[in-house]
């Protein structure tokens, strides 16, 4: 019998917690993510009120300095701690791979100098569209449709680009180029991707609207990854007729692998929250595992070195956890993580390499306190342990010390 029979994992993607042991292995813009710290710096910058979280036990997580304006809590509701990374990257699938439980030892394939010319011509033969050479190349999401939309909606032509992840990016205006058929370019861009030299995580069609000066991304966005290569504790799950449902960009992280209940793209972290409540609510859940992405923090401020609107962002989650709360039973339990940092107040826009916070609740809890440090994959090892389940590849259990 299990210890919760339900738990619902959500990931505050790129919410990091301070600088990873090795942080200064991992390169932003020329700088070492040595100094990086995503929630330390908003805090100390822009002021952090997320009571909520902070009941949890935030501000009791070790750190050589604490948040700023998270106080910590004399006598928490939940448990509390930081996780390390072992694997080698600081991307999403990496990040969300490991809290899975798998080791991650060779890197996807970036191109920080754009992609080789024959990845360009196969793509150009296959749909039709030229590619605009100007945009090969690592390029914020918003920069790259102020600079080259204008001129696709001229001539149709292509926008590629890239980041300091493992990705290729299609940015699409949806009335040039319809949504259907930038799915198929992507989808074919996929097939070539599969093997070095170019092993890319994902393939991401980026649709956008409106008029040049005021373009706007779209909620069509489609994430196309590869399987992972190992199997996943959502996998055992799977096989063991447990429940896995995912909210938001989970099964396109996990290319639907392991998960047998899809609760759709979100198209805010508000509507993710929704989703996930929909879930958590629905008379068919009644034991298993749910998983969600809230993706905003990342994608619309940390790439965005905007720290006013994350911290927004973390005030807005904040407010909705009591909803999440109020729809647990007695025997569910809430874990809430993230997958890897992206310090808003630091060099560049790529991600940071980061320890990631875990808060875990219950209703059931008799106790409260803090976790011994661990790793990723320490999660999924958890959730393997409570549904007797074979563990993935890492990752140790703590299920015993949630009392």
């Known amino acids: 019998m299990s ?49 909520n979280m902070a009941k949890l036990g935030l501000g009791n997580i070790p750190r050589e300095q604490p948040l700023k304006t998270v106080p910590a809590e004399s006598n928490p509701t939940g448990y509390a701690t930081k996780l390390e990374e ?29 992609f080789p010319e024959e990845i360009l011509t196969q793509i150009e033969e296959f749909s039709g569209r030229k590619v605009i050479r100007e945009a090969n190349k690592p390029y914020s999401g918003t920069a790259v449709i102020d600079d080259f939309g204008p001129r696709q909606m001229e001539t149709g032509e292509l926008i590629i680009y890239t980041s300091a992840d493992p990705v290729l990016q299609i940015a699409a205006h949806e009335d040039i180029i319809p949504v259907e058929e930038l799915y198929r370019i992507c989808e074919f861009a996929r097939s070539i991707t599969l093997e070095r030299p170019a092993l890319l995580g994902r393939i991401i069609a980026r649709p956008y609207v409106d008029e040049p000066g005021n373009f706007t991304r779209t909620s069509n966005r489609r994430d196309l990854a590869i399987s992972p290569f190992a199997p996943t504790v959502l996998d055992k799950l799977n096989e063991a007729g447990i429940d896995t449902y995912s909210v938001g960009k989970i099964s396109d992280i996990f ?32 034991h298993g595992f749910s998983f969600t992405n809230l993706v905003d923090f990342d994608a619309l401020y940390g790439h965005r070195r905007n720290p006013q609107g994350y911290r927004d962002c973390l005030h807005e989650f904040d407010e909705r956890l009591p909803e999440i709360i109020a729809a647990m039973k ?4 809430l874990m ?54 074979e563990k993935a590849m890492i990752g140790e259990s703590f299920l015993d010390k949630l009392v």
């Open 336 to 389: 809430i993580t993230a997958d890897h940092g992206n310090d808003p107040t630091y060099a560049g826009t790529d991600h940071t390499r980061e320890y990631i916070p875990f808060l875990a609740y219950s209703p059931s809890f008799k106790c409260s306190g803090l976790i011994p440090v661990g790793h990723f994959a320490d999660i999924s090892a958890t959730i393997a342990d409570n549904f007797g389940v």
């Open 3 to 51: 210890k919760f029979n339900r738990m619902h994992l959500i990931v505050l993607d790129s919410v990091g917690i301070g600088a990873a042991p090795d942080a200064n292995n991992f390169v932003n813009a020329g700088v070492p993510d040595g100094a990086s710290d995503t929630l330390g710096h908003i805090s100390k910058t822009v002021g952090l009120n997320v009571p």
């Open 255 to 286: 290319n639907g692998e392991g998960i047998n209940h899809d609760m759709g793209h979100n198209k805010s972290n508000n509507h993710g929250v929704d989703n996930l409540i929909k879930a958590m609510t629905s008379e068919d859940f009644k």
């Open 86 to 114: 072992v694997s080698l990257g600081k991307d999403t699938m990496t990040g969300h791979w490991e809290i899975m439980g798998l080791n991650i030892t060779e890197p996807f394939d970036t191109f920080w100098n754009g």
């Open 330 to 333: 007695e025997d569910d339990l």
